[in-house]
């Protein structure tokens, strides 16, 4: 157990909706990372939030967004979804802005039907 | 930009036999961080080993070890006296050090592990 905890595990959606990702750092972790991970583009990062404040962006449509609340869960909003988004979405967290270790949480699994 | 290469989409290896997997990667930058990952079928991500450019000792944590190559851009994975708990994907990451922390990930080899 990696104590980055995510929820929920799996969800499915319909094309056109919104959903929300959350995600609990370890205890003590300061930067929350997001990444995707689908078959055609591998593993693909998204965004990173050091102590509530975006820190780097990566390939994140502009459909997505995220932020990190003042306790340091942080959530990743999916908008109009496609059947593109369909994949497996991570969220990571290290104690330094800079991410020397990542610890990764046991992913959501979002289908898009 | 950064970009990580694995060449060997899936690899096998005999149990109790030794694996070496493939990792070469592209930068202008001097000082830096490589890792492995594990993805059991389980999902989750797991660091195995981590490197850092700096230092030309090779990493090792129990059965894994690395060879990095740091004029050649290489960074293999080696790991020994395999079992069946090691088959998974592996990926190899990169990350600067400098800035923020994103990392770039090869698109993973798929280690199946015979008994």
């Known amino acids: 157990d990696s104590g980055v905890t995510q929820t929920p595990k799996h969800l499915i959606t319909a094309t056109g909706q919104r959903v929300t990702l959350r995600c609990s750092p370890r205890s003590g972790d300061l930067s929350v990372y997001w990444y995707q991970q689908s078959l055609d583009q591998g593993l693909q990062f998204l965004i990173q939030?050091?102590?509530?404040?975006?820190?780097a962006k990566g390939n994140i449509l502009e459909r997505f967004s995220a932020q990190q609340f003042p306790d340091l869960h942080s959530e990743l909003n999916l908008s109009s979804l496609e059947l593109g988004d369909s994949a497996l979405y991570f969220c990571?967290?290290?104690?330094?802005?800079?991410?020397?270790?990542?610890?990764f949480g046991s992913g959501t699994q979002l289908s898009v039907l | 930009a950064q970009t990580v290469t694995q060449s060997q989409p899936e690899m096998s290896v005999q149990e109790a036999e030794t694996v070496t997997l493939s990792c070469t990667y592209d930068t202008s930058e001097s000082d830096y961080y490589l890792f492995w990952y594990k993805q059991p079928p389980s999902r989750q991500m797991i660091l195995v080993i981590r490197q850092e450019a700096y230092k030309q000792q090779n990493a090792t944590e129990n059965r894994f070890s690395v060879n990095f190559q740091k004029a050649a851009k290489s960074f293999s994975l080696k790991i020994s006296d395999s079992q069946l708990g090691d088959a998974a994907m592996y990926f190899c990451?990169?990350?600067?050090?400098?800035?923020?922390?994103?990392?770039?990930f090869g698109d993973g080899t798929t280690l199946t592990v015979k008994p």
């Open positions: 990451a990169y990350r600067t050090t400098s800035g923020a922390g994103k990392s770039t």
């Open positions: 990571a967290s290290s104690v330094e802005s800079w991410g020397e270790k990542l610890f």
């Open positions: 939030y050091y102590n509530g404040e975006e820190r």
